[in-house]
C-alpha cells in the first residue's frame, strides 16, 4: 500500500520526502487556498519538481468539460509526474465521464476524485481513470459506509482485473487510515498533522523518557568513586 501526502505545503512536502515515507502528493482548490497559493499553476509546477518522478495529482478549476479538458492538458504539460484530479461529476450532477475518457485516451493519467460510492468509481475505472479517489470522510459524514464503498470497489476491480487504483482521501482521524487499509485502499492520502499524529504515543515517550532516565544512572554508576572491598 501506498501513502500520499494530502497538501499543498512545500516545507511538509520535503519533511516528509525526507523520512522516506511518502509515494505522491494530492492536492485539490481548498487545499491550494488554505496553504495561501495565489498562482496554481506556478505551485503545480514547483510541486512537481520537488517529489519528481513521484505522482501530483493536481485538480481542475472549472465546471465546464470543454474547459476541464483544456485545463487539464495545461496542467499535464508542466511536468511528466503530474496526474490530473477531474470529479466524477461536476456542481449540476452531469457525468465527467467523457472528460475522463478524452484524457485517458490521450494518454493523460486521471484522477476521478470527489467519489462517494461504488457506481461512481465503477463508472470512473471503466471511463479510464488511472485512480479513483473516495472521500472516506465526506461518505462518513453523510452516514454512508466509506469502508463498504472501498471493499466492493477493490474487489470489483480485483475480480475483472481492472488497472486503477484506488486512493482513499478525505481521512480525518488516525483510525481512518487503518480502516482505508484493511478495506482494501492501494493508496491514502494523509494531510501532515495527522501523519503527525500517527507517529505520535504518549507510551512511546514515556518509555524512551524511562531507557534515557535509566541509562543516565548507569553512567553516574560508572563514574562514581569504587568503594573498597
Ligand atoms: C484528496 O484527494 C481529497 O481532495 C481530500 O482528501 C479531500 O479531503 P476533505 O474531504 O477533508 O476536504
Aim: aromatic fraction near 4%; charged fraction near 20%.
Amino acid at each position: 500500500m501506498e501513502l500520499f501526502l494530502d497538501t499543498a505545503n512545500l516545507n511538509e512536502i520535503q519533511r516528509w520526502l525526507d523520512y522516506g515515507v511518502i509515494d505522491g502528493v494530492t492536492t485539490n482548490p481548498t487545499i491550494m487556498m488554505r496553504s495561501g497559493v495565489t498562482d496554481i499553476v506556478g505551485h503545480t509546477r514547483e510541486i512537481a519538481r520537488i517529489i519528481s518522478p513521484l505522482p501530483l495529482s493536481a485538480e481542475v478549476t472549472t465546471n465546464d468539460f470543454t474547459e476541464m479538458i483544456v485545463e487539464a492538458r495545461q496542467l499535464a504539460s508542466l511536468a511528466p509526474n503530474i496526474v490530473i484530479k477531474i470529479p466524477v461529476i461536476n456542481e449540476t450532477g452531469s457525468p465527467a465521464l467523457g472528460v475522463i475518457h478524452t484524457l485517458a485516451q490521450e494518454g493523460i493519467q486521471v484522477n476521478a476524485t470527489a467519489i462517494m460510492s461504488f457506481g461512481q468509481s465503477m463508472l470512473a475505472a471503466k471511463a479510464g481513470a488511472a485512480y479513483v479517489s473516495i472521500f472516506a470522510g465526506r461518505i462518513a459524514d453523510e452516514g454512508g459506509d466509506a469502508a463498504a464503498v472501498i471493499g466492493r470497489t477493490a474487489e470489483w476491480l480485483d475480480r475483472w482485473d481492472l488497472h486503477a487504483r484506488i486512493i482513499v482521501g478525505s481521512v480525518r482521524e488516525t483510525m481512518n487510515v487503518q480502516d482505508a487499509a484493511e478495506a482494501g485502499a492501494h493508496i491514502i492520502t494523509v494531510p501532515p498533522a495527522l501523519l503527525e499524529k500517527l507517529i505520535d504515543h504518549r507510551y512511546s515517550r514515556d518509555t524512551v523518557r524511562g531507557f534515557n532516565e535509566d541509562a543516565r544512572a548507569v553512567r553516574l554508576a560508572a563514574q562514581a568513586p569504587q568503594s573498597p572491598r
